[in-house]
Protein backbone atom coordinates (compact mmCIF):
# COMPACT_ATOMS: atom_id res chain seq x y z
CA UNK A 1 0.00 0.00 0.00
CA UNK A 2 0.65 3.53 -0.49
CA UNK A 3 2.03 4.78 3.14
CA UNK A 4 0.85 8.74 1.67
CA UNK A 5 -2.50 7.59 0.90
CA UNK A 6 -2.51 5.19 4.37
CA UNK A 7 -1.66 8.80 6.23
CA UNK A 8 -4.23 10.81 4.55
CA UNK A 9 -6.78 8.02 5.10
CA UNK A 10 -5.97 8.10 8.63
CA UNK A 11 -6.29 11.88 9.06
CA UNK A 12 -9.88 11.68 7.44
CA UNK A 13 -10.89 8.79 9.40
CA UNK A 14 -9.56 10.54 12.35
CA UNK A 15 -11.73 13.56 11.88
CA UNK A 16 -14.48 12.21 10.01
CA UNK A 17 -14.54 15.13 7.40
CA UNK A 18 -12.40 15.97 3.93
CA UNK A 19 -12.25 19.23 4.98
CA UNK A 20 -10.57 18.84 8.89
CA UNK A 21 -8.32 16.77 7.58
CA UNK A 22 -7.07 18.45 4.44
CA UNK A 23 -6.71 21.71 7.15
CA UNK A 24 -4.65 19.17 9.47
CA UNK A 25 -2.75 17.83 6.32
CA UNK A 26 -2.26 21.51 4.76
CA UNK A 27 -3.96 19.88 1.92
CA UNK A 28 -7.16 21.01 -0.20
CA UNK A 29 -10.57 18.90 0.16
CA UNK A 30 -10.23 17.84 -3.45
CA UNK A 31 -6.24 16.54 -3.01
CA UNK A 32 -7.56 14.35 -0.05
CA UNK A 33 -10.59 13.45 -1.68
CA UNK A 34 -8.37 11.99 -4.23
CA UNK A 35 -6.03 10.07 -2.43
CA UNK A 36 -8.96 8.36 -0.75
CA UNK A 37 -11.02 6.80 -3.88
CA UNK A 38 -7.52 5.67 -5.26
CA UNK A 39 -6.59 3.98 -1.99
CA UNK A 40 -10.10 2.94 -2.62
CA UNK A 41 -9.67 1.62 -5.98
CA UNK A 42 -6.33 -0.16 -5.02
CA UNK A 43 -8.12 -2.20 -2.66
CA UNK A 44 -11.19 -2.35 -4.42
CA UNK A 45 -13.29 -1.31 -1.54
CA UNK A 46 -15.25 1.45 -0.27
CA UNK A 47 -13.72 2.86 3.55
CA UNK A 48 -16.33 5.25 3.95
CA UNK A 49 -20.08 5.68 3.51
CA UNK A 50 -20.47 9.40 2.68
CA UNK A 51 -22.96 12.01 4.40
CA UNK A 52 -24.17 15.10 4.42
CA UNK A 53 -22.94 15.53 8.08
CA UNK A 54 -19.76 13.83 7.25
CA UNK A 55 -17.93 10.60 6.57
CA UNK A 56 -18.45 7.41 8.01
CA UNK A 57 -16.30 4.17 8.40
CA UNK A 58 -17.46 0.70 6.73
CA UNK A 59 -16.76 -2.26 8.17
CA UNK A 60 -13.66 -2.56 5.62
CA UNK A 61 -12.56 1.24 6.75
CA UNK A 62 -12.76 -0.19 10.55
CA UNK A 63 -10.40 -2.54 9.75
CA UNK A 64 -8.02 -0.25 7.82
CA UNK A 65 -8.51 2.31 10.58
CA UNK A 66 -7.73 -0.27 13.49
CA UNK A 67 -4.38 -0.91 12.14
CA UNK A 68 -3.20 2.93 10.50
CA UNK A 69 -4.18 3.63 14.41
CA UNK A 70 -1.75 0.75 15.38
CA UNK A 71 1.18 2.19 13.31
CA UNK A 72 0.66 5.58 13.85
CA UNK A 73 1.18 4.72 17.63
CA UNK A 74 4.30 2.58 16.81
CA UNK A 75 5.55 5.15 14.93
CA UNK A 76 5.21 7.66 17.74
CA UNK A 77 6.65 5.24 20.01
CA UNK A 78 10.18 4.83 17.71
CA UNK A 79 10.05 8.61 17.34
CA UNK A 80 10.18 8.68 21.17
CA UNK A 81 13.23 6.52 21.61
CA UNK A 82 14.88 8.48 18.43
CA UNK A 83 14.77 11.37 20.10
CA UNK A 84 15.54 10.41 23.46
CA UNK A 85 19.06 9.32 22.06
CA UNK A 86 19.83 12.82 22.59
CA UNK A 87 21.58 13.98 25.41
CA UNK A 88 19.54 16.65 26.59
CA UNK A 89 15.59 16.35 27.80
CA UNK A 90 13.23 17.87 26.17
CA UNK A 91 9.80 17.14 24.14
CA UNK A 92 6.01 15.88 25.19
CA UNK A 93 6.04 13.77 28.13
CA UNK A 94 2.40 12.48 28.48
CA UNK A 95 1.77 11.45 31.90
CA UNK A 96 -1.57 9.49 33.00
CA UNK A 97 -3.25 9.19 36.61
CA UNK A 98 -5.84 9.90 38.79
CA UNK A 99 -7.71 12.82 39.26
CA UNK A 100 -7.46 13.12 42.66
CA UNK A 101 -3.32 12.30 42.56
CA UNK A 102 -3.06 14.75 39.51
CA UNK A 103 -4.57 17.29 40.75
CA UNK A 104 -3.31 17.49 44.30
CA UNK A 105 0.15 15.65 44.25
CA UNK A 106 1.57 15.94 41.26
CA UNK A 107 0.51 19.32 39.35
CA UNK A 108 1.21 21.85 42.35
CA UNK A 109 4.67 20.09 42.39
CA UNK A 110 5.45 20.59 38.75
CA UNK A 111 7.18 24.08 38.49
CA UNK A 112 10.10 22.21 40.12
CA UNK A 113 10.60 19.45 36.97
CA UNK A 114 10.24 22.38 34.93
CA UNK A 115 13.03 24.80 36.63
CA UNK A 116 15.32 21.95 35.88
CA UNK A 117 13.65 20.63 32.58
CA UNK A 118 12.01 23.92 30.97
CA UNK A 119 12.13 22.22 27.26
CA UNK A 120 9.82 19.28 28.64
CA UNK A 121 6.53 19.62 27.12
CA UNK A 122 4.03 17.64 29.73
CA UNK A 123 0.08 16.22 28.80
CA UNK A 124 -1.16 15.65 31.97
CA UNK A 125 -4.14 13.04 31.45
CA UNK A 126 -6.18 12.82 34.77
CA UNK A 127 -8.31 9.80 34.42
CA UNK A 128 -10.19 7.34 36.50
CA UNK A 129 -9.87 4.98 33.71
CA UNK A 130 -6.70 3.22 33.17
CA UNK A 131 -4.85 3.76 30.00
CA UNK A 132 -3.26 1.41 27.64
CA UNK A 133 0.06 2.09 27.84
CA UNK A 134 1.87 -0.56 25.83
CA UNK A 135 -0.68 0.61 23.21
CA UNK A 136 0.54 4.12 23.81
CA UNK A 137 -2.44 5.86 25.35
CA UNK A 138 0.34 7.77 27.60
CA UNK A 139 3.48 7.30 27.71
CA UNK A 140 4.15 7.25 31.88
CA UNK A 141 1.58 6.14 34.79
CA UNK A 142 0.95 6.38 38.15
CA UNK A 143 -1.57 3.93 39.32
CA UNK A 144 -3.47 3.14 42.36
CA UNK A 145 -2.67 -0.47 42.01
CA UNK A 146 0.09 -2.56 40.32
CA UNK A 147 -0.16 -2.44 37.11
CA UNK A 148 -1.48 -6.44 35.65
CA UNK A 149 0.65 -6.04 32.26
CA UNK A 150 3.84 -8.10 31.33
CA UNK A 151 5.72 -5.64 29.48
CA UNK A 152 5.75 -2.87 31.98
CA UNK A 153 8.31 -1.47 33.84
CA UNK A 154 7.27 -0.83 37.36
CA UNK A 155 8.08 0.56 40.36
CA UNK A 156 5.98 1.09 44.07
CA UNK A 157 6.68 4.47 45.25
CA UNK A 158 4.42 4.57 48.32
CA UNK A 159 1.76 3.76 49.96
CA UNK A 160 -1.60 5.86 50.83
CA UNK A 161 -4.44 5.73 52.93
CA UNK A 162 -7.86 8.04 52.91
CA UNK A 163 -8.20 9.19 56.58
CA UNK A 164 -10.98 12.23 57.99
CA UNK A 165 -9.76 15.11 58.19
CA UNK A 166 -11.22 18.85 58.54
CA UNK A 167 -10.20 22.42 58.34
CA UNK A 168 -8.77 24.27 62.02
CA UNK A 169 -10.91 26.59 61.73
CA UNK A 170 -13.88 24.68 61.43
CA UNK A 171 -12.57 22.72 64.57
CA UNK A 172 -12.46 25.86 66.48
CA UNK A 173 -16.35 25.79 66.09
CA UNK A 174 -17.68 22.45 66.37
CA UNK A 175 -17.13 19.98 68.85
CA UNK A 176 -14.28 17.54 67.96
CA UNK A 177 -15.78 13.64 67.50
CA UNK A 178 -14.21 10.93 69.89
CA UNK A 179 -16.57 8.65 69.09
CA UNK A 180 -17.49 7.52 65.68
CA UNK A 181 -21.30 7.79 67.20
CA UNK A 182 -19.86 11.56 67.66
CA UNK A 183 -19.77 12.12 63.51
CA UNK A 184 -23.85 12.18 63.32
CA UNK A 185 -23.15 16.04 64.37
CA UNK A 186 -21.10 16.51 61.83
CA UNK A 187 -21.62 16.76 57.64
CA UNK A 188 -19.42 13.91 56.22
CA UNK A 189 -17.72 14.86 53.03
CA UNK A 190 -16.77 11.55 50.58
CA UNK A 191 -16.84 10.63 47.07
CA UNK A 192 -19.62 8.78 46.45
CA UNK A 193 -19.44 4.64 46.82
CA UNK A 194 -20.60 4.09 43.36
CA UNK A 195 -17.83 6.65 42.07
CA UNK A 196 -14.82 5.62 39.93
CA UNK A 197 -12.43 5.22 43.17
CA UNK A 198 -9.88 3.04 44.89
CA UNK A 199 -11.76 0.01 46.32
CA UNK A 200 -9.97 0.86 49.98
CA UNK A 201 -11.77 4.54 49.57
CA UNK A 202 -15.40 2.87 49.02
CA UNK A 203 -14.69 0.44 51.75
CA UNK A 204 -14.32 2.99 54.24
CA UNK A 205 -17.27 5.44 53.28
CA UNK A 206 -19.59 2.55 53.08
CA UNK A 207 -17.76 1.52 56.83
CA UNK A 208 -18.84 5.49 57.64
CA UNK A 209 -22.36 5.47 55.99
CA UNK A 210 -23.28 2.51 58.50
CA UNK A 211 -23.59 4.58 61.42
CA UNK A 212 -26.80 6.56 59.57
CA UNK A 213 -24.88 10.06 59.33
CA UNK A 214 -27.91 12.21 58.74
CA UNK A 215 -26.17 14.76 56.50
CA UNK A 216 -23.55 13.89 53.82
CA UNK A 217 -22.03 15.91 51.13
CA UNK A 218 -20.81 13.48 47.94
CA UNK A 219 -18.01 14.76 45.20
CA UNK A 220 -17.17 12.29 42.24
CA UNK A 221 -13.37 13.17 43.27
CA UNK A 222 -10.99 14.29 45.86
CA UNK A 223 -10.36 17.27 44.97
CA UNK A 224 -13.75 18.58 45.40
CA UNK A 225 -13.53 16.66 48.77
CA UNK A 226 -10.45 19.03 49.92
CA UNK A 227 -12.13 22.22 48.78
CA UNK A 228 -15.63 21.12 50.50
CA UNK A 229 -13.19 20.68 53.79
CA UNK A 230 -10.94 23.79 53.55
CA UNK A 231 -14.21 25.96 53.49
CA UNK A 232 -15.78 24.36 56.41
CA UNK A 233 -18.57 22.32 55.19
CA UNK A 234 -17.69 19.56 57.46
CA UNK A 235 -15.56 16.57 58.02
CA UNK A 236 -13.94 14.77 54.99
CA UNK A 237 -12.36 11.64 53.30
CA UNK A 238 -9.03 12.29 51.69
CA UNK A 239 -5.89 10.90 50.93
CA UNK A 240 -3.33 11.21 53.82
CA UNK A 241 -0.92 12.67 51.55
CA UNK A 242 -3.03 16.17 51.09
CA UNK A 243 -2.29 16.79 54.77
CA UNK A 244 1.40 16.66 55.24
CA UNK A 245 1.33 19.55 53.18
CA UNK A 246 -1.91 21.32 54.23
CA UNK A 247 -1.00 22.26 57.71
CA UNK A 248 -4.78 23.67 58.01
CA UNK A 249 -6.13 20.41 57.77
CA UNK A 250 -6.68 18.41 61.34
CA UNK A 251 -6.94 14.67 61.61
CA UNK A 252 -9.91 13.77 63.40
CA UNK A 253 -10.46 9.90 65.02
CA UNK A 254 -7.15 8.80 64.12
CA UNK A 255 -7.95 5.38 64.87
CA UNK A 256 -10.21 5.38 62.04
CA UNK A 257 -8.28 4.95 58.26
CA UNK A 258 -8.80 2.51 54.84
CA UNK A 259 -6.29 -0.25 54.30
CA UNK A 260 -3.06 1.27 52.71
CA UNK A 261 -3.59 1.74 48.59
CA UNK A 262 -0.21 0.77 46.70
CA UNK A 263 0.95 3.68 44.11
CA UNK A 264 2.82 2.57 41.29
CA UNK A 265 4.73 4.34 39.04
CA UNK A 266 4.44 2.04 35.50
CA UNK A 267 5.87 2.60 32.09
CA UNK A 268 6.52 0.62 28.70
CA UNK A 269 9.20 -1.58 28.38
CA UNK A 270 10.66 0.04 25.20
CA UNK A 271 10.93 3.12 27.32
CA UNK A 272 13.15 1.62 29.53
CA UNK A 273 16.29 3.70 27.97
CA UNK A 274 13.82 7.33 27.82
CA UNK A 275 16.01 9.60 29.09
CA UNK A 276 12.33 11.82 29.71
CA UNK A 277 10.66 8.95 31.77
CA UNK A 278 13.93 8.91 33.89
CA UNK A 279 14.08 12.24 34.47
CA UNK A 280 10.28 12.18 35.65
CA UNK A 281 10.78 9.07 38.00
CA UNK A 282 13.89 10.44 39.43
CA UNK A 283 11.84 13.59 39.97
CA UNK A 284 8.76 11.59 41.50
CA UNK A 285 10.88 9.56 43.49
CA UNK A 286 12.65 12.85 45.01
CA UNK A 287 9.59 14.64 45.34
CA UNK A 288 8.12 11.59 47.60
CA UNK A 289 11.51 11.61 49.54
CA UNK A 290 11.18 15.45 50.48
CA UNK A 291 7.31 14.47 51.63
CA UNK A 292 8.17 11.89 53.77
CA UNK A 293 10.53 13.80 55.46
CA UNK A 294 8.28 16.32 56.14
CA UNK A 295 5.96 14.35 57.51
CA UNK A 296 8.50 12.60 60.16
CA UNK A 297 9.00 15.97 61.09
CA UNK A 298 5.32 16.83 62.11
CA UNK A 299 5.12 13.36 63.71
CA UNK A 300 7.78 14.32 65.58
CA UNK A 301 6.56 17.67 66.89
Given at each position: ?92 LRITTTIGF ?200
Amino acid sequence: MDWDKLRIFHAVADAGSLTHAGDTLHLSQSAVSRQVRALEESLNTTLFHRHARGLILTEQGELLFDATRAMTKRLDAASARIRDSEEEVFGELRITTTIGFGSLWLAPRLSRLYDKYPDLNINLMLDERVLDLPMREADVAIRMKEPSQADLVRKRLMSVRMRLYASREYLTTQDIPETMEDLQEHRLICQNVNSEQVSAGATLVRELMSYDLPNVLTVNNYFGCLQAVRNGLGIGVLPDYVAIDDAELVRVLPEVESNAVPVFLAFPEELRQSKRISAFRDFVLEQIGEQKKRAQMVDNE
